[in-house]
């Protein structure tokens, strides 16, 4: 079901109402209704958990994207345009009818980047990235490459004989889509079971795990992830909060012990979206009611802007 934007979430405090060096993002995001030529990105919301049950996860994802709205709006504006941002309101997944919430989602992405804007996945169970690709695959027709990246300590890689869910989504591509591309970055070795390992390396994928990212590394990896973007002519960003450690994201489905810092995390988010060729990114697996003090909903939120700074640089 869809939900048009709901301005109301868009509130906080206000400096000023006239000198727009003093704004900051609820008074820069406009509704859907009032897009202009200086629209940046695009703003929707997933808000779904069936994949994160299907998957015997943990539940309450779905209430992240309005959450998130809520935290993003007191965020100082520091972007050119004070008419960059849009909302586009939800996608709501009713009765446990995941393939058709994302069927609709992808219909959305479609219509955000019809506009010329970049699409801001707010999820949701990282079930979302399946409808967020969906919605690429449309708009950018059945022959060009897309790459997908995804900053992740998990491949999910599962089979989806018997169902799909927040574990399989990448796999469901792979298998169809011969033109899609994957690498994954922070995965962790014991957090994913050999048998996906050897999943990956079938379908021809490679990795960087998240013991291999670290400051002696960082020329490698930079160099691993842009032969991957020059492989590829779009480039889809996907962000599951699980990779970054537990005490700085603790509410998440699946917590890491070793995961990564918000920092680097961060520095791959300017990396990726710094590109031309990334034309979409979503943020899944914030769970508001596993969170401590809003830590993880306030860092995804940083995360978020980082985005919007990158592309409306760009």
């Known amino acids: 079901m869809y939900a048009l934007p709901n301005m109301d979430l868009w509130k906080g405090r206000t400096d000023s109402l006239i ?26 919301g997933f808000s779904c958990e069936e ?4 998957n015997k996860g943990r ?3 779905k209430e992240a994207p309005n959450e998130i709205r809520k935290s993003l709006s007191s965020l100082s504006w520091h972007g050119q345009s004070a008419d960059s941002l849009v909302d586009f309101g939800n996608i709501i997944c009713e ?43 449309s708009s950018v027709g059945p022959n060009a490459k897309i790459g997908i990246l995804n900053i ?3 491949f999910d890689l599962r089979s989806y004989e018997d169902i799909t869910s927040s574990g399989t989504m990448f796999k469901q591509i792979l298998d169809n889509d011969h033109q899609a591309g994957y690498l994954p970055i922070g995965i962790q070795r014991y957090g994913n079971t050999k048998k996906l390992f050897d999943t990956a390396t079938t379908l ?7 013991e291999e990212l670290v400051d002696e ?24 909060m699980d990779v970054i450690n537990a005490s700085e994201a603790p509410g998440v489905s699946a917590p890491s012990s070793f995961g990564l ?3 680097m995390v961060r520095q791959l988010i300017r990396k990726i979206t710094s590109h031309t060729k990334t034309i979409s990114f979503d943020i899944c697996e914030v769970n508001p009611s596993l969170d401590c003090d809003n830590r993880t909903v306030k860092l995804a939120v940083n995360l978020i802007n980082e985005v919007f700074m990158c592309v409306e640089r760009r």
């Not at 994949?51 to 299907?54: N, P």
């Not at 021809?204 to 998240?210: A, D, N, Q």
């Open 19 to 44: 000198d727009k060096d003093e704004f900051r993002i609820h008074q820069i995001v406009k509704d859907n209704q009032t897009t202009s030529v200086n629209n940046t990105c695009g703003i929707i």
């Open 51 to 54: 994949g994160v049950r299907r």
């Open 59 to 61: 539940l309450g994802s």
């Open 95 to 137: 009765n446990q009818k995941l393939e058709a919430a994302q069927a609709e989602l992808g219909s959305h992405v479609e219509k955000i980047l019809s506009k010329n804007l970049f699409p801001v996945i707010l999820g949701g169970g990282h079930e979302t990235f399946y409808g967020h690709y969906l919605g690429i695959r």
């Open 152 to 154: 992740d300590a998990h």
């Open 204 to 210: 021809g994928c490679s990795w960087i795990l998240e």
């Open 217 to 240: 590394n960082s020329e490698e990896n930079e160099n691993k992830i842009l032969n991957f973007i020059n492989q590829h002519d779009y480039i889809i960003l996907t962000l599951c």
């Open 261 to 263: 810092s918000g920092k």
